[in-house]
């Protein structure tokens, strides 16, 4: 082993040490000439009393062993050696991952056993320096990957896990905790246990191991994966349709359900906390921010070196003394007193220097242990101390690193973007702060995500894309390279998670099939989430889509939960004439408990995200049309002189007592006596009541005076017409009165008698022929017989709308 690494510094040194001898000879003697000539010999230590020949040596010799030291510490002198150790920080983490055939569900993309592979390779970056070990279970259960710093060969185990690799049929949720056990060294202070699985304790004793384990030391964190609901698990390869399912021996379906009271009570037993793996693995990475809150500091052994120990700072120490040494001799105490100020100014900037390196060292340690957000603050201390000179672009990119760490997304932008206006001719550091950007824009869109702003989430995603794309650009980054697939595929598969696209139309269902024909038209509308579910659109709290030209509308529906119910109500444009037309929609009947007779809104249950069609068809309402006249004569005829009446109310009699009720419809005729009431499709019993309990219904001229009729959708009922002779007026009868008092007064005083045998022949008065008319009405309708008309009650079929 050579004693000095860079031995050409020693050679160096004694040439330049040989070279200042010389020249201080040359100089000295130069000197010593010029006062000789100048004064005698004997006079000069009078005249010259701080001259001294030997003292110039020493001074000499001094400065000849400073340099030659100096030149040595330059050499780097090394002797002895020293065992160097990598002490990095983390925790013990070990996974256990369920590989039983019920992992095969595809209850969640693209099935559980993939769902937790990508969950777990996604986040390896999140535990960088900590030991990770595998375990794969399922009857039994075996050691895949011991604990270990080496993440790539832990993510190649994982990804080598099927479904077979273990022969044991079933699920023992106790195998892998006593696995596990085995693994841990018994000098770790903290063992954590991450459990995946659907929960299927089949053997039951997964509880009382984990009891045990407790004592151990051992705390264990369960990740539930797949639904409480079940599903069938499909043998056919992942990527081909789900054809042929497991069966029980008895030839039954095998449903598997994800038993979630199992996995809280392992993990409540050992004082860890239950997590649903949801659609993007949210519950793993909970725990694992946990697990590094929570984990102490350990030290390991992963690299172990002999290495020289390095000897310089001796050389340096013995350097600086001699120098001292030089500047106390009598001539070098003035140097010594005028340099005292340099020296100061000196010191100021090695203290500067050290408060400078103070301040980064802090920060980086502040990363270590876990405080971001303390870390940014220290590299913007720096950066405040940079002011009066150009800033290190590092220090800004570290600030936007740690405090996008901390959650501050606007400051890590901010430093970013310094970052890379101070980074213009160093392409290195540019693409390392295009892709952090990238990286903030990411955690941007999946807050908007958390939001349910899927709009805002994939306009951010976009920059976040051309920010990766831009850092692969310029140097062929691979991280951004690997950021820009794998987040894109987490982005995607959580928005496909979250959304339901909704597509449909609305048109004329002329035949009522509810299939639009080639024949029938569309219209234009729009659809609204109608929250409150009264059929009417609030325009200020509930949000509407529009149809284009044909019909047709589209939406996305977001939910961060499955299966959830909506209510969807259309409204037609008024461009379509449907007012004219009396367009409703044909919305199907809500479930139970509802009732199926007071149809709103469109009830839709949405299972799960994908893809649903929604068609929405119009038809013209069934319409009950006639109209009332005032029958002056009483002949139950419509004469040309009789007008119409509105003096009447028009019922639906639906118990068929002829009589008007408090939860019967009733409706008013127009002024001319016409009328049109919108009903339900089905058999209506139409009856009308005067105004003017005196008036008379003339018509229809059966005594009940009513129609029974059948509507249905896209037609109108026959004319429904009512007669209608109202009492006379106080003018009419004075009217009638008159002529007989006129004729009164012009007969003679006393008439002859034949006049009187006239009279007595003559017409009788007009309350002599009401009554007279009355009393035949009576005798007639107690002779006459009711028509053969027989009324069945027949129940309306489910509508579209409470008209």
């Given at each position: 082993?050579?004693?000095?690494?860079?031995?050409?510094?020693?050679y160096?040194?004694?040439g330049?040490?040989?070279?200042?001898v010389?020249?201080?000879w040359?100089t000295q003697?130069?000197?010593l000439r010029?006062?000789?000539?100048l004064i005698s010999?004997?006079?000069?230590?009078?005249?010259?009393?701080?001259?001294s020949?030997?003292?110039?040596?020493?001074?000499?010799s001094?400065?000849?062993l400073?340099?030659?030291?100096?030149f040595?510490?330059?050499a780097?002198?090394?002797?002895?050696?020293?065992k160097k150790?990598?002490e990095p920080?983390?925790i013990?983490?070990?996974?256990?991952?369920?590989?039983?055939?019920?992992?095969?569900?595809?209850?969640v993309?693209?099935n559980?056993?993939?769902?937790?592979?990508l969950?777990?390779t996604?986040l390896?970056?999140r535990v960088r320096?900590d030991?990770?070990?595998l375990?794969a279970?399922?009857g039994?259960?075996?050691?895949q990957?011991p604990l270990?710093l080496d993440?790539?060969a832990f993510?190649?185990?994982?990804n080598?896990l099927?479904?077979?690799?273990?022969k044991t049929?079933?699920?023992?949720?106790?195998?892998?905790?006593?696995e596990?056990a085995?693994?841990?060294?018994?000098?770790?202070?903290d063992?954590?246990?991450?459990l995946?699985?659907?929960g299927?304790?089949l053997?039951?004793e997964?509880?009382?191991?984990?009891?045990?384990?407790?004592?151990q030391?051992i705390?264990?964190?369960?990740?539930?994966?797949g639904?409480p609901?079940?599903?069938?698990i499909?043998?056919?390869p992942l990527?081909?349709?789900?054809r042929n399912?497991?069966k029980?021996p008895?030839?039954?379906t095998v449903v598997?359900?994800?038993?979630?009271?199992a996995l809280q009570?392992?993990s409540?037993?050992t004082?860890?906390?239950?997590?649903?793996?949801?659609p993007?693995g949210?519950?793993l990475?909970?725990?694992?921010?946990?697990l590094?809150?929570?984990g102490?500091?350990?030290?390991r052994?992963?690299?172990s070196?002999?290495?020289p120990?390095?000897?310089f700072?001796?050389?340096?120490?013995m350097?600086?003394?001699?120098?001292i040494s030089?500047?106390?001799?009598?001539?070098?105490r003035?140097?010594?007193?005028r340099s005292?100020?340099t020296c100061i100014?000196?010191?100021?900037?090695?203290?500067s220097?050290?408060?400078k390196?103070?301040?980064?060292?802090?920060a980086?340690?502040a990363?270590?242990?876990g405080?971001?957000?303390?870390?940014?603050?220290l590299?913007?201390a720096?950066?405040?101390?940079s002011e009066?000179?150009?800033?290190?672009?590092r220090?800004y990119l570290?600030?936007?690193?740690a405090y996008?760490?901390?959650?501050?997304l606007?400051?890590?932008e901010?430093?970013?973007e310094r970052?890379?206006e101070?980074t213009?001719?160093?392409?290195?550091?540019q693409?390392k702060?295009?892709?952090?950007l990238?990286?903030v824009?990411?955690l941007?869109?999946?807050?908007y995500?958390d939001?349910?702003?899927?709009g805002?989430?994939r306009?951010t995603?976009?920059?976040?894309?051309?920010?990766?794309?831009?850092?692969s650009?310029?140097d062929g980054?691979?991280?951004?390279?690997?950021?820009?697939?794998?987040?894109?595929k987490?982005?995607e598969?959580r928005?496909?998670?979250?959304?339901?696209?909704?597509?449909?139309?609305?048109?004329?269902?002329?035949?009522?099939?509810?299939?639009?024909?080639?024949?029938?038209p569309?219209?234009k509308g729009f659809v609204?989430?109608d929250k409150?579910?009264?059929?009417?659109?609030n325009?200020?709290?509930e949000?509407i889509?529009?149809?284009?030209e044909?019909g047709?509308f589209s939406?996305?529906?977001?939910?961060?939960?499955y299966p959830i119910s909506?209510?969807?109500?259309?409204?037609?444009l008024?461009?379509n004439g449907?007012e004219?037309?009396?367009?409703?929609p044909m919305?199907?009947?809500p479930?139970?408990p509802e009732?199926?007779?007071?149809?709103?809104n469109?009830?839709i249950?949405i299972?799960?995200p994908g893809?649903l069609r929604?068609?929405?068809a119009?038809?013209?309402?069934?319409?009950?049309k006639g109209?009332v006249?005032s029958?002056?004569?009483?002949n139950g005829?419509?004469?040309?002189?009789e007008k119409?009446?509105a003096?009447?109310?028009l019922f639906?009699?639906?118990?068929g007592?002829f009589?008007l009720d408090?939860n019967?419809?009733?409706f008013?005729?127009e002024?001319d006596?016409t009328?049109?009431?919108l009903?339900?499709?089905?058999?209506h019993s139409?009856?009308?009541q005067?105004d003017?309990?005196e008036?008379?219904v003339?018509f229809?001229?059966?005594?009940?005076k009513a129609?029974?009729?059948w509507?249905?959708f896209?037609s109108m009922?026959?004319?429904?017409?009512f007669?209608v002779q109202e009492?006379?007026?106080?003018?009419?009868?004075?009217q009638?009165?008159?002529?007989?008092?006129n004729?009164?007064?012009?007969?003679?005083?006393?008439?002859?008698?034949?006049q009187e045998k006239?009279g007595?022949?003559?017409?009788?008065l007009?309350?002599?022929v009401?009554?007279?008319?009355?009393r035949l009405?009576?005798?007639m309708e107690?002779k006459?017989?009711?028509?053969?008309?027989?009324r069945?009650a027949v129940?309306?079929r489910?509508?579209?709308r409470?008209?």
């Amino acid at each position: 082993m050579n004693l000095f690494v860079e031995p050409i510094f020693i050679y160096g040194g004694l040439g330049i040490s040989l070279g200042l001898v010389l020249l201080f000879w040359y100089t000295q003697r130069v000197r010593l000439r010029r006062v000789n000539f100048l004064i005698s010999s004997k006079l000069m230590p009078k005249l010259i009393p701080s001259w001294s020949n030997v003292l110039q040596w020493t001074k000499m010799s001094l400065l000849l062993l400073v340099v030659l030291l100096l030149f040595v510490t330059l050499a780097r002198p090394q002797w002895g050696t020293e065992k160097k150790k990598s002490e990095p920080t983390g925790i013990d983490v070990m996974i256990a991952m369920d590989v039983s055939k019920s992992m095969l569900a595809r209850d969640v993309r693209p099935n559980r056993l993939e769902r937790v592979k990508l969950g777990i390779t996604n986040l390896l970056d999140r535990v960088r320096g900590d030991r990770l070990g595998l375990i794969a279970f399922s009857g039994t259960a075996f050691l895949q990957c011991p604990l270990t710093l080496d993440h790539q060969a832990f993510a190649k185990t994982l990804n080598d896990l099927e479904t077979g690799i273990i022969k044991t049929p079933g699920t023992n949720l106790a195998g892998p905790i006593e696995e596990a056990a085995r693994s841990f060294s018994k000098d770790d202070r903290d063992r954590f246990l991450i459990l995946l699985s659907d929960g299927e304790d089949l053997e039951g004793e997964g509880l009382k191991r984990a009891k045990e384990a407790k004592e151990q030391g051992i705390r264990i964190y369960t990740i539930g994966i797949g639904s409480p609901e079940g599903a069938r698990i499909p043998m056919d390869p992942l990527g081909q349709p789900a054809r042929n399912f497991l069966k029980d021996p008895q030839g039954k379906t095998v449903v598997s359900q994800m038993d979630q009271r199992a996995l809280q009570d392992i993990s409540e037993a050992t004082g860890g906390r239950y997590y649903s793996m949801g659609p993007t693995g949210e519950g793993l990475a909970k725990v694992l921010e946990e697990l590094q809150s929570i984990g102490q500091k350990k030290k390991r052994e992963q690299l172990s070196t002999e290495l020289p120990i390095e000897r310089f700072q001796l050389f340096a120490i013995m350097a600086f003394l001699f120098l001292i040494s030089e500047m106390l001799t009598s001539s070098g105490r003035k140097k010594l007193a005028r340099s005292g100020l340099t020296c100061i100014a000196f010191f100021a900037c090695m203290l500067s220097g050290c408060l400078k390196q103070d301040n980064i060292e802090q920060a980086e340690q502040a990363i270590d242990q876990g405080d971001p957000i303390a870390a940014a603050r220290l590299y913007g201390a720096e950066i405040d101390a940079s002011e009066n000179r150009d800033v290190d672009p590092r220090l800004y990119l570290n600030a936007g690193l740690a405090y996008m760490e901390a959650g501050d997304l606007s400051e890590a932008e901010k430093n970013l973007e310094r970052a890379l206006e101070a980074t213009i001719d160093e392409p290195n550091l540019q693409s390392k702060a295009l892709n952090a950007l990238g990286n903030v824009f990411y955690l941007r869109a999946n807050d908007y995500l958390d939001q349910r702003d899927v709009g805002q989430a994939r306009k951010t995603w976009e920059k976040a894309l051309k920010y990766y794309q831009n850092a692969s650009l310029l140097d062929g980054n691979q991280k951004a390279d690997d950021n820009l697939a794998s987040l894109k595929k987490q982005l995607e598969e959580r928005i496909k998670s979250m959304i339901c696209q909704m597509d449909g139309f609305f048109w004329r269902d002329l035949n009522g099939d509810g299939k639009a024909q080639a024949d029938e038209p569309t219209l234009k509308g729009f659809v609204y989430w109608d929250k409150n579910g009264d059929g009417e659109h609030n325009s200020s709290n509930e949000p509407i889509v529009k149809t284009n030209e044909m019909g047709a509308f589209s939406f996305e529906w977001i939910s961060d939960q499955y299966p959830i119910s909506i209510r969807l109500g259309s409204q037609l444009l008024e461009s379509n004439g449907s007012e004219q037309q009396n367009l409703v929609p044909m919305y199907p009947p809500p479930p139970p408990p509802e009732n199926p007779d007071l149809v709103r809104n469109y009830h839709i249950l949405i299972d799960q995200p994908g893809n649903l069609r929604v068609p929405i068809a119009y038809r013209a309402a069934p319409v009950l049309k006639g109209s009332v006249w005032s029958d002056g004569n009483g002949n139950g005829e419509k004469d040309k002189e009789e007008k119409g009446a509105a003096s009447s109310t028009l019922f639906l009699d639906r118990n068929g007592n002829f009589q008007l009720d408090e939860n019967e419809t009733t409706f008013k005729p127009e002024k001319d006596g016409t009328f049109e009431q919108l009903v339900s499709p089905g058999q209506h019993s139409v009856c009308i009541q005067p105004d003017s309990p005196e008036a008379n219904v003339t018509f229809p001229i059966e005594s009940k005076k009513a129609y029974l009729t059948w509507v249905d959708f896209e037609s109108m009922s026959d004319s429904l017409d009512f007669g209608v002779q109202e009492p006379p007026s106080e003018n009419q009868n004075q009217q009638e009165k008159n002529p007989e008092q006129n004729q009164t007064q012009n007969a003679p005083s006393e008439p002859s008698e034949k006049q009187e045998k006239e009279g007595a022949q003559s017409d009788p008065l007009p309350q002599e022929v009401n009554a007279l008319y009355e009393r035949l009405l009576q005798e007639m309708e107690s002779k006459s017989e009711p028509l053969g008309q027989e009324r069945k009650a027949v129940g309306s079929r489910a509508s579209g709308r409470d008209y």
